[in-house]
């Protein structure tokens, strides 16, 4: 469901992030680190920013395409939602690190929520199983 907030952010009275987009990082996360995260029981989201035919050819089981939806809705997805209410994170793979690194700080202060990384080495770097097709999942 998305609500308007009557009175818009004149009648918000909860936190305001603020901050200059030059002081937002994103950091990497190695596929070991990902491992102990799952150990902990921690969700994880992945979100492929990769294009809609490179991710119905072969991307990590359970990831969100980012083709899927257009860039301005991705924030107001269900993959926010759901790392933010059970202290997840948010994981995107990409083509190139700069472009990934970059992606993950936009949406990083866009969002405001902290834990969101970019995958080391993208999907170069995944040596599990891939799921081919559209995400059937909760979006």
Same mark, same amino acid.
């Given at each position: +469901?998305?609500? *308007? ?14 901050? /200059?987009? @030059?002081? *937002?990082?994103? !950091? @990497? ?12 029981? #921690? /969700? $994880?989201?992945?979100? +492929? ?6 991710? !119905? ?5 359970? =990831? *969100? ?6 860039? @301005? ?12 209410? !059970?202290?997840? $994170?948010? *994981? ?6 700069? @472009?990934?690194?970059? #992606?993950?700080?936009?949406? %990083?202060? =866009? ?15 995944? /040596?599990?199983?891939? !799921? %081919?097709?559209?995400? =059937?999942?909760?979006?």
């Amino acid at each position: +469901d998305i609500y *308007v907030l009557k009175g818009g952010m004149n009648a918000w009275n909860g936190p305001i992030i603020t901050g /200059k987009f @030059e002081d *937002v990082k994103c !950091e @990497e996360i190695d596929l070991l680190e990902i491992s102990g995260l799952k150990n902990s029981e #921690r /969700k $994880i989201e992945f979100v +492929d920013m990769r294009s809609l035919q490179d991710y !119905e050819k072969g991307h990590i089981p359970g =990831a *969100v395409g980012e083709g899927a939806f257009s860039r @301005e809705n991705l924030c107001l997805t269900g993959v926010f939602s759901r790392a933010v209410q !059970e202290d997840g $994170i948010v *994981v995107f793979v990409g083509y190139t690190e700069p @472009e990934t690194l970059h #992606r993950c700080r936009v949406l %990083k202060w =866009a969002v405001g929520y902290t834990s969101m990384y970019a995958l080391k080495g993208n999907m170069k770097s995944w /040596k599990g199983s891939l !799921e %081919k097709g559209r995400f =059937a999942g909760r979006y």
